[in-house]
């Protein structure tokens, strides 16, 4: 009798000392480290997308975006935006300037994901865990404040991060530009250049505008979203500092 009571209080001490449950902070200051773009905020990376070739260097804080296309030049740094066109500079009113600077912002930004989501402006929302194709995943949402978040500051964002491997296989976001709309990437390829994970997607749209964000990703697998286009980084080179 007293070897089973021994038992027992070993099972329910197991229980209760349990893992403790990660919040959305420690997820993705795991998902940052597991995908090597820690690295990033030193570093000297490019690659082409869509016809137009794009660099970026970082270093302690400071940053230079590069576009390039045919003639055209763009910069964003910390001092601005500047375009350039047969090297001569260009002056351009406050909205060109804007929509151009976040035109290559994006696309940088999306080119090193999970880099970044520890950015002042950024709020992180753990939300109800989920199973994507049998694969359990982490769902974490981000939002931005006003300050310092950017023009889109009220766009929100998804990512499912692996359980396992704390890696991103999904996102999706919400946006209010041209219209408004939703978005869910599904990873299509991965690759690894100096330690840093690159990912190309699959995007897709909801086939109906009712469908929620955060369920995006049970509407994925009811077949219930629209493939719109493939994100696909090619020359991927990578320099750290």
């Not at 690659?47 to 270093?59: E, L, V």
């Not at 976040?102 to 929302?125: C, E, I, M, Q, T």
């Not at 994507?132 to 974490?140: A, D, H, I, T, W």
């Not at 599904?186 to 109906?208: A, M, S, T, W």
Request: charged share 25%; with cysteine.
């Amino acid at each position: 009798m007293r070897y089973l009571f021994i038992l027992l209080a070993t099972f329910f001490i197991s229980c209760n000392t349990s893992k403790p449950k990660l919040t959305a902070q420690e997820i993705i200051d795991k998902s940052i480290v597991y995908s090597g773009v820690d690295k990033v905020a030193n570093s000297e990376i490019t690659f082409n997308f869509r016809a137009k070739k794009y660099s970026a260097k970082r270093s302690n804080g400071n940053f230079k975006l590069i576009r390039t296309s045919d003639s055209i030049l763009d910069i964003l740094s910390n001092s601005g935006f500047k375009r350039f066109i047969n090297s001569k500079p260009m002056r351009l009113v406050d909205s060109m300037a804007s929509k151009y600077a976040n035109s290559v912002n994006s696309v940088h930004y999306f080119s090193v994901l999970p880099f970044g989501l520890n950015d002042k402006a950024v709020r992180k929302k753990l939300l109800t865990s989920s199973t994507v194709k049998g694969k359990e995943y982490y769902k974490v949402e981000i939002t931005f404040s006003e300050d310092g978040g950017g023009e889109d500051f009220e766009d929100v964002f998804i990512y499912w991060i692996g359980k396992e491997n704390f890696l991103v296989d999904y996102l999706a976001y919400s946006y209010h530009t041209n219209g408004g709309g939703k978005r869910f990437r599904v990873l299509k390829e991965q690759c690894v250049k100096n330690g840093i994970r690159f990912v190309d997607y699959h995007n897709y749209k909801p086939l109906n505008k009712s469908i929620s964000l955060i369920d995006i990703d049970k509407a994925f697998e009811n077949n219930q979203l629209e493939k719109v286009s493939e994100i696909v980084l090619k020359d991927i080179k990578v320099k750290l500092f």
